[in-house]
């Protein structure tokens, strides 16, 4: 999901009575003490009897039906979607069916609910500044895996791997090369150790050759963030050979983790 397009598209958005623009900011975070037991459930069901009793006590009975219809549609997402919850739910839904965004989140939001003729986006303004589209580069030794972030989800993932006999960097989209094979038993370590002192003596003229493609990937992606992963001297070598800056280095071995614990990790610690 682009959420600038997304954004761009809900500021637009204007509706005339007896239409409305319904705006929840869902706070469903499991870890939060204040959902113990499923708070957000009660928060969630007091919101939209809330709206009901308020429209009880409207003559307009078009703007009743059209919030109906709405709630409706919002708590059918709630009961289909309650089981891929992450820390927070955002829908803005118009009554005339103009537009319908609904996203779980990996980000915390305050609990808000809103029945007007715009949507209400601050939060979601806040989440795109601090959580803006993001690259994590993580490396160790010949490989190099890049993970394409946005909103704290995996967008897409690839993997540049050395290929020794060519010096070329080769590479696999969507592939995952943590059980690739060295040899076995003796000659496995064997030849590690041989390759860890070649690529010691090379590293800083390979990750050069590999850099523009790098490069490019932050480009084509629209990365506004990129962090390295690694060891400090792989990470200090990738950073000096690439153009775009860089947010952040961490100095750990996060390659072979899960990509979205490696997001955790690295994007919200």
Known sequence: ??????????????????????????????????????????HFKNAMQNFENYLKEDDDSDEKRNFWNVKEKVERFVQDEQPNFKKSLVIVAASDDSVWFAETLQMPVENEFHWEETAKLDQLKRIQEEFPKTGIILTQQEEIKCIDANLGSVNDMKVFELDLDTEDWRLHEGAHLADRNMGTSGAKSSKQDEFKDRFEAHRERWYKQVAPKLDKLAKDNGWQRIYLVGAHEETDDLEQAMNKPVEDKINKNLLNHEET?????????
């Open 1 to 42: 999901m682009d959420l600038n397009k997304e954004l761009k598209k809900l500021e637009s958005l204007y509706l005339e009575s007896p239409h409305r623009v319904f705006t929840m900011y869902l706070n469903t975070d499991p870890a939060d003490p204040g959902n113990l037991d499923g708070k957000w459930q009660i």
């Open 261 to 269: 614990k490696v997001i955790e990790e690295v994007v919200f610690a």
